[in-house]
Nanobody, 119 residues
Framework: VQLQASGGGLVQPGGSLRLSCAAS????????MSWYRQAPGKQRELVAA???????NYADSVLGRFTIARDNAKKTVVLQMNNLKPEDTAVYYC??????????????WGQGTQVTVSS
């Protein structure tokens, strides 16, 4: 199972970015899909998550600014980030709880994409 993340970049405060993550490989089903981030010198933290029933959960720091959504047919998850702040600067990672074609559950990570918010 592989997760490929894209969409990071440099944006000014108040701007927007859209991150995407696509899962591929031997996938039978996907349960939760999530975005985490890790800023320099800090621990990785959960930003947003969406389960198979499309219930969502957000970190307090991004509530009202970020929106997570998924497309089960395409096996993708996106994170729309609006009104970005300098403190949102971090490497963003996607994560998915995947049941493989062999029946095993695995937690898979994407490679990370850099988001920098700066004027």
């Amino acid at each position: 199972v592989q997760l490929q993340a894209s969409g990071g970049g440099l944006v000014q405060p108040g701007g927007s970015l859209r991150l995407s993550c696509a899962a591929s490989g031997s996938i039978f089903s996907i349960n939760a899909m999530s975005w985490y981030r890790q800023a320099p010198g800090k621990q990785r933290e959960l930003v947003a998550a969406i389960n198979s029933g499309e219930s969502t959960n957000y970190a307090d720091s991004v509530l009202g600014r970020f929106t997570i959504a998924r497309d089960n047919a395409k096996k993708t998850v996106v994170l729309q980030m609006n009104n970005l702040k300098p403190e949102d600067t971090a490497v963003y990672y996607c994560n998915a709880d995947v049941r493989t074609g062999g029946g095993k559950w695995t937690s898979s990570w994407g490679q990370g994409t850099q988001v920098t918010v700066s004027s």
